[in-house]
């Protein structure tokens, strides 16, 4: 991977792509990301996580990073929010009453992801574990009635693979919203105004960075729209296959820190370009 020299600004995935395995953000990349920051390249972390979580793991670095969260729902910077397109009302009651009356064989969990807090009714200890692996702030609710109002984000567990249930909901998703795969068990629903590619123009037009001068690195179909968006679109070679076959340049896998590679090789031809 060459020709890095012109990148500006960088956007990452977190889960599977720029978190290490275990879901923890590194010291090697934290320092990558500030020596990044000292030869003039932003960074952006996009994803599917809440603000707070997304605080919490780059608490070192809150000044120097864009944070969008929720898919790009919201984008925040130093700890102040800059943009947000939450769900109406309307449209989280709509889509709750589809998904229990259209999916009873293969039942869906909801979570209501908010600024304030992240809400699931009647979670299994199974689901609830999992949860609080992504959601610093999850709250088992006994109903979801009370909590409609600015969701930015609708993230569905399945009880199986997402795909299938995903698929099928596409084709009867009312408009004004717009469906991601971003797990192998879970899919997310967002305003058709936020997603992780929107999230990334907005950022790179607030910077001024032109749409060439940017790389974003992904795994899931969530990060599809956001790789392709990018001057330089970088799959992690342990991603879905699909996204890989769609945008081609590849990564190491995350199990051997890819990520860390490619910001090392973007920093590298950035002080070479610079003697």
């Known amino acids: 991977m060459t020709g890095l020299a012109r990148i500006r600004l960088i956007a990452s995935d977190l889960d ?45 670095l809150l000044k120097n990073v864009w944070l969008a969260s929720h898919n790009g729902a919201v984008i925040s910077k130093n700890g102040a929010v800059l943009a947000a397109h939450p769900l109406t009302e309307m449209q989280v009651a709509g889509l709750l009453t589809l998904l229990a009356t259209h999916f009873p064989a293969q039942p869906v969990l909801p979570v209501l992801c908010r600024e304030d807090g992240i809400f699931v009714v009647a979670p299994s200890a199974a689901s609830e574990a999992r949860l609080r692996q992504f959601f610093t702030q999850l709250k088992v609710v006994p109903r979801f009635d009370p909590f ?33 795969v971003g797990e192998r068990d879970a899919f997310s629903i967002t305003s058709a105004q936020s997603d992780k590619g929107q999230a990334l123009a907005r950022i790179a037009l607030r910077l001024g960075v032109p749409r060439g001068a940017t790389l974003a690195l992904g795994d899931q179909g969530n990060d599809l729209i956001m790789l392709k968006w990018a ?12 996204l890989i076959a769609a945008i081609g340049q590849v990564a190491p896998p995350n199990a051997k820190h890819g990520a860390d590679q490619v910001l090392a090789t973007v920093l590298r031809e950035k002080m070479e370009g610079t003697r």
Do not use: Y
């Open 16 to 60: 599977h792509t720029l978190l290490t395995p275990a879901g923890e953000l590194a010291g090697r990349t934290v320092h990558l990301i500030r020596r990044l920051g000292e030869n003039g390249v932003q960074f952006a972390a996009i994803s599917g996580r809440d603000t707070a979580s997304m605080r919490v793991l780059f608490k070192p």
């Open 148 to 180: 409609l109002a600015g969701v930015m984000k609708v993230t569905c567990w399945t009880n199986g693979p997402a795909a299938p249930v995903a698929a099928q909901l596409r084709q009867i998703l009312p408009a004004g919203l717009q469906l991601a």
């Open 231 to 242: 001057g330089t679109g970088v799959v992690m070679a342990d991603g879905d296959p699909a």
